[in-house]
T-cell receptor, first 111, second 113 residues
Framework: AQTVTQSQPEMSVQEAETVTLSCTYD???????LFWYKQPPSRQMILVIR??????QNATENRFSVNFQKAAKSFSLKISDSQLGDAAMYFC????????FGTGTSLTVIP | DAGVIQSPRHEVTEMGQEVTLRCKPI?????LFWYRQTMMRGLELLIY????????DSGMPEDRFSAKMPNASFSTLKIQPSEPRDSAVYFC???????????FGSGTRLTVV
């Protein structure tokens, strides 16, 4: 069965600094999607970034970028120039016919 | 587009009562998903629909839970009778394709006392 592991339950970063959130997954498939979702205190789940496994180029969305290592089954999220509004729970997710979510990393941004 | 719309945003009910949660997916999205989120178990997929047809309901915890999608623009999740352990945030999400990524609603926080 596919599993998604986020080994960092909590992380903190100074405002304007860079932070990297880790995610690993287990699959025997070669074609799939990976995602990072953000859940702020408002509890809305917001799609941050999407990566298609057949694309070697790492996805980027403004200050958010990923480091996708397919062979290592690793999918980390880098947040540059961290802002107070980035404080949230971040979920990594894998999708191949069904979604699998990690347990989340709670990110605190320190002013 | 207004996004995925869920109602109510909060629901407090007494044990044994029937609870109905509602969802309006994004127009044109063929997939609709119901998730439950708790601190202990994280995000759990309860059921999903493709073109209004239930495809996988293996995550529905027990017969007290039922879900319907009578048309492309509306779905309900019903709990009857409700129990305190059903207290959670229930999310509805929709997607144009199964793997493409979800758009979530704002969730319904259910408290059963």
């Amino acid at each position: 069965a596919q599993t998604v592991t986020q080994s960092q339950p909590e992380m903190s970063v100074q405002e304007a600094e860079t932070v990297t959130l880790s995610c690993t997954y287990d699959t025997s498939e070669s074609d799939y999607y990976l995602f990072w979702y953000k859940q702020p205190p408002s509890r809305q789940m917001i799609l941050v970034i999407r990566q298609e496994a057949y694309k070697q180029q790492n996805a980027t969305e403004n200050r958010f970028s990923v480091n996708f290592q397919k062979a290592a089954k690793s999918f980390s999220l880098k947040i540059s120039d961290s802002q107070l509004g980035d404080a949230a729970m971040y979920f990594c997710a894998y999708s191949r016919n069904q979604f699998y979510f990690g347990t989340g990393t709670s990110l605190t941004v320190i002013p | 587009d207004a996004g995925v719309i869920q109602s109510p945003r909060h629901e407090v009910t007494e044990m044994g009562q029937e609870v109905t949660l509602r969802c309006k997916p994004i127009s044109g999205h063929d997939y609709l998903f119901w998730y439950r989120q708790t601190m202990m178990r994280g995000l759990e997929l309860l059921i999903y629909f493709n073109n209004n047809v239930p495809i996988d309901d293996s995550g529905m915890p027990e017969d007290r839970f039922s879900a319907k999608m009578p048309n492309a623009s509306f779905s309900t999740l019903k709990i009857q009778p409700s129990e305190p352990r059903d207290s959670a945030v229930y999310f509805c999400a929709s997607s144009p394709q199964g793997d493409y990524g979800y758009t979530f609603g704002s969730g319904t926080r259910l408290t059963v006392v």
